[in-house]
């Protein structure tokens, strides 16, 4: 099994939710945006409209993690090509 929309760390679901009901807001999520700084120094946007978003819960399997985590599942791939090179280690995502 995989993640078709995101993952997020209990600490941001909550936070999330909060501000949402606070505001009002008919959606928690409406366009994500997620940027990763390259190796090569270059920007690297991944997006989804309106990701199904489930919070990690307290018990994962990370039990050293500090931090909040993310993780985007295939929504964020929609339209791009996905090339792994085993023998170099590198990720190329492409249109």
């Known amino acids: ?3 078709t929309g ?5 600490e941001l ?3 999330r939710y909060l501000q949402a009901r606070k505001n009002r807001e008919k959606s928690l999520w ?7 700084l390259t190796k090569a120094g270059k920007d690297v946007t991944l997006s989804a409209t309106k990701p199904v978003t489930t919070p990690l819960g ?5 039990g050293r993690f500090k931090g909040n985590l993310i993780v985007l599942g ?3 791939l929609d339209g791009l090509a996905m090339t792994i ?7 190329q995502l492409s249109e």
């Open 85 to 91: 090179d085993t023998d170099t280690g590198k990720l």
């Open 58 to 62: 307290k018990a994962t399997p990370w």
């Open 13 to 15: 679901f909550d936070g």
């Open 30 to 36: 409406g366009e994500v945006r997620v940027t990763f």
């Open 74 to 76: 295939l929504a964020f």
């Open 1 to 3: 099994t995989g993640v």
């Open 6 to 10: 995101m993952v997020i760390s209990q």
